[in-house]
């Protein structure tokens, strides 16, 4: 039963970063690293939630909406801080070696 409901999430996941590591391939950049993870962050919450819902009929725990809405403000804010850096800065110092 817990695999049938995080099977979804893992496929999700899995596209998510594949996508954004093609889009990278292609351009040689690093800037999608830490946008990519924001990304899956936040479309994982919104669906496991939605799912949680549809499950329960509507109804949602006061923990379930909690935790799910600071972890999605947190993945909101640093997603968006991260990449606002690569942005500015225009590389990320930790792939030089790579």
């Known amino acids: 039963m817990l695999f049938s409901r995080l099977l979804p999430l893992f496929q999700t996941d899995l596209t998510i970063q594949w996508v954004c590591f093609a889009i990278a391939a292609y351009f040689q950049t690093e800037k999608f690293y830490d946008f990519s993870g924001s990304c899956t962050y936040l479309t ?20 379930q909406l909690l935790n799910s809405g600071a972890v999605f403000l947190w993945a909101a804010r640093l997603g968006t801080f991260l990449f606002k850096r690569i942005l500015h800065d225009g590389h990320d110092r930790r792939f030089d070696k790579v």
Do not use: D
């Open 44 to 63: 994982l919450i919104i669906k496991g939630i939605l799912g949680a819902w549809s499950r329960q009929s509507g109804v949602l725990s006061t923990r």
